[in-house]
C-alpha cells in the first residue's frame, strides 16, 4: 500500500531553485508585451524564473485570474471563463514570438520565455543516418546533445538525482513491502545508486537515453539537457 510520502534530504538534492531571472529579462521581456498593448498588472503578470536567468514566467490576467486552468489558487466562474484565459495564452504567446522570444514550458505558474532563442522544433542537423532515425534513436540523441555542447560529465550529477527521484517515487509507492519504512527507504535509495552508478559509468550514450525516456518529445529533451548544463 503507498506510504506517506517522505520527502528527500536538503542535501541530497544539488539543484538550486531560487528565483534567477535577471532584472534585464524582466524588462525586455514587458517592454515586448507593452509594446504590443499588453499592460503589465492589469492583462499579464511576471514571475521570475527558477531555472535560467535568461528565462521569465508569463500569464495573462483574465478576471483577476492569473494562473493556467488547473491551478488550485484559481477561481474559475465557469468554463467560458477557462477557455477566455486560454485564448487570452495565446495571444500572450503570440506577442512574444512575434518580439523574438521563444515558449520554453508550461507549468501551473504559466508559460516560461526565453529572449533570442532558436525554436524549440524537433530536429536536428540532418544527415543521411539521421533523418533516417525515428525520434530518439541514440544518433538523434547523441546530436541533440552535440549541438546543445554536452560533454562527458556534464549529466553525472543530473543522472544520480534523477535516479533518485525514480527511487521516492517507488518508495512512497509502496515498494520493498518485506522491509520497514526505514529499511525500504534505505533499500531503494541504495538501488537507486548503484543504478545511477552504472549508467554514469555507461557512458554518455547511456545517459542520454535514461534522460530521453523522462521527456515527451526531442524538443523537450533539448531543453533539458540546456537546463541541466553548468553555468
Known sequence: MPRPRRPRSADAFPYDFSPKTSPDVFTAAADALTARGWQ????????????????VCLAPIVG????????SEAEWRDQEHKNEWYHAARRLAAAMSEAGWSS????????????????????????????AA???????????????????GDLDDAIREAAHEEAADAYN???????????????????????????????????LGFLYAQCASEAAFRSLLTDLLPS
Open 40 to 55: 503589465q498588472g492589469e492583462t499579464f503578470r511576471m514571475l521570475p524564473s527558477r531555472v535560467r536567468a535568461d528565462e
Open 64 to 71: 483577476d485570474v492569473d494562473v493556467p486552468p488547473g491551478n
Open 104 to 131: 520554453y514550458g508550461t507549468t501551473q505558474q504559466g508559460t516560461s520565455f526565453r529572449r533570442n532563442a532558436g525554436p524549440l522544433a524537433d530536429s536536428v542537423p540532418e544527415s543521411a543516418e539521421l533523418a
Open 134 to 152: 525515428p525520434p530518439g534513436a541514440p544518433v538523434r540523441l547523441a546530436a541533440i546533445a552535440a549541438e546543445v555542447g554536452v560533454k562527458d
Open 173 to 207: 509507492g509502496g515498494a520493498r513491502p518485506e522491509l520497514d519504512d526505514d529499511g525500504a527507504h534505505r533499500a531503494v535509495h541504495a538501488d537507486a545508486e548503484r543504478r545511477a552508478a552504472d549508467i554514469n559509468n555507461a557512458g554518455l550514450g547511456a545517459q
